[in-house]
């Protein structure tokens, strides 16, 4: 009985010094702020090439839009979430398609254009081209994918470091939300995403 009423006083000894350190508790930002400030991390942690490609992918969707398969649809949607890509399967296939079409129209105007003059190596880079537009249509639609492989890879290996700055900011204060900040604050791109993400 008396160990029972020891461990009460210091739970609420504790409870008290909680309280009183309001610095913790004070600050609750709105899921809006949390979204708007997650954008803004997001844009600044990811690099040019990813922000780059999702612009030209919500282009194309607006050029051309092309479905997905209901199956394929689910496989990219985790991939999209994964990689915290900012764009539709939709956009990718339409992405696809439409750089196919590109390279295809490029590869026809070089060929019309060797037939005119009779010229073989151009008529060959001209094939070349109509044929690696075909066979990439696939590969590029699916880069969601390779993205999301990437980051399960570079997270893995962020994962070590991670626990540890964890382990080093629960010693200090016993708050799993408080040491997955200070892990998002220091172990850097790309698992500092998913940590600020599950922060917010």
Request: glycine share 4%.
């Amino acid at each position: 009985m008396a160990t029972k009423k020891a461990v009460r006083d210091v739970l609420k000894k504790y409870e008290k010094k909680l309280a009183e350190s309001s610095e913790f508790y004070e600050f609750e930002p709105s899921r809006e702020a949390f979204s708007r400030e997650y954008e803004i991390f997001r844009e600044e942690a990811l690099s040019n090439k990813i922000t780059f490609y999702e612009g030209l992918c919500s282009k194309a969707e607006k050029i051309i839009k092309v479905r997905v398969k209901p199956e394929i649809r689910k496989e990219l949607d985790d991939a999209m979430d994964i990689a915290h890509l900012n764009l539709t399967p939709e956009g990718a296939n339409s992405f696809s398609v439409l750089f196919a079409i590109i390279l295809s129209l490029l590869g026809v105007i070089i060929l019309i254009a060797s037939f005119i003059k009779i010229k073989l190596p151009f008529i060959l880079l001209g094939i070349f081209l109509i044929l690696i537009a075909v066979l990439l249509i696939k590969p590029v639609s699916k880069y969601p994918l390779r993205l999301a492989n990437r980051w399960r890879l570079e997270a893995g290996n962020q994962m070590v470091p991670c626990i540890l700055y964890m382990v080093m900011n629960m010693r200090h204060t016993s708050n799993l939300e408080h040491a997955i900040k200070f892990a998002g604050e220091h172990i850097g791109y790309p698992l500092s995403l998913d940590l600020d993400n599950y922060n917010k």
